[in-house]
């Protein structure tokens, strides 16, 4: 596609519950980052993919929290048993490749709420 | 890891004025980039600089990177109300994370008429 895809746009969801956040990122990108934004709070690095491995989770929160990443392409995010502090917007951003000069490209993002 | 300041945090400017948003790094950039975000809305890349001493511009807004590469700054020249929004700097973290970007805080615009 044209840009970066994210679905569902808006989530809410029970306490204890297991959600999916589903990212597209631009065709032929290589490179896809997953980031939290909390109210008030700056974005937040969760996990990046380079193909279907995930070199770095160092920014992955806890246990609950995983990512994977089929065929170079779709990623999907999947949080286990759902906090009232996961509630945030969840974007996923993907680039050309890894490195210098390579832009990355942010999608529209994916609001969880927590409830 | 490398922290971003922005500053200032928020800015109110009349509609027509000029004003900048400073982005300081605690390390040396090796890579700056600016984003604006509008609420509910995804990051739009805005401009990226390299080079100690660069300066970019696109319309009426204008990026800088200092000869030391530590400290950015974003100049919007009279200002619009399609300039509102949330402007962030973010930096290079490093190979280890495919060059993820940190960012700072961000700095909120309102634009008034």
């Known amino acids: 596609g044209a840009g970066v895809s994210q679905s569902p746009s808006n989530k809410v969801t029970e306490k204890g519950k297991d959600v999916e956040l589903r990212c597209d990122p631009i065709?032929?990108?290589?490179?896809l980052y997953w980031y939290r934004q909390s109210l008030g709070q700056g974005l937040e690095f969760l996990i990046y993919f380079q193909g279907n491995s995930a070199p770095d989770k160092s920014g992955l929160p806890s246990d609950r929290f995983s990512a994977e990443r089929t065929g170079g392409s779709v990623s999907t995010l999947t949080i286990q048993r759902t906090q009232q502090e996961d509630s945030a917007v969840y974007l996923c951003a993907s680039s050309r490749g890894p490195g210098l000069g390579n832009t990355i490209y942010f999608g529209e993002g994916s609001w969880l709420t927590v409830v | 890891s490398q922290e971003l300041e922005q500053s200032p945090q928020s800015l109110i400017v009349q509609e027509g004025k000029n004003l900048t948003i400073n982005c300081t790094s605690s390390k040396t950039l090796y890579g700056l980039y600016w984003y604006k975000q509008k609420y509910g809305e995804g990051l739009i890349f805005l401009m990226m600089l390299q080079k100690g001493g660069e300066e970019k511009s696109h319309e009426k807004i204008t990026a800088k990177l200092d000869e030391k590469k530590q400290q950015s700054s974003l100049h919007i020249t009279a200002s619009q109300p399609s300039h509102a929004g949330i402007y962030l700097c973010g930096a290079d973290s490093g190979s280890n994370s495919g060059y993820a970007l940190n960012f700072g805080k961000g700095t909120s615009l309102l634009v008034t008429p």
């Open positions: 065709s032929g990108h290589t490179a």
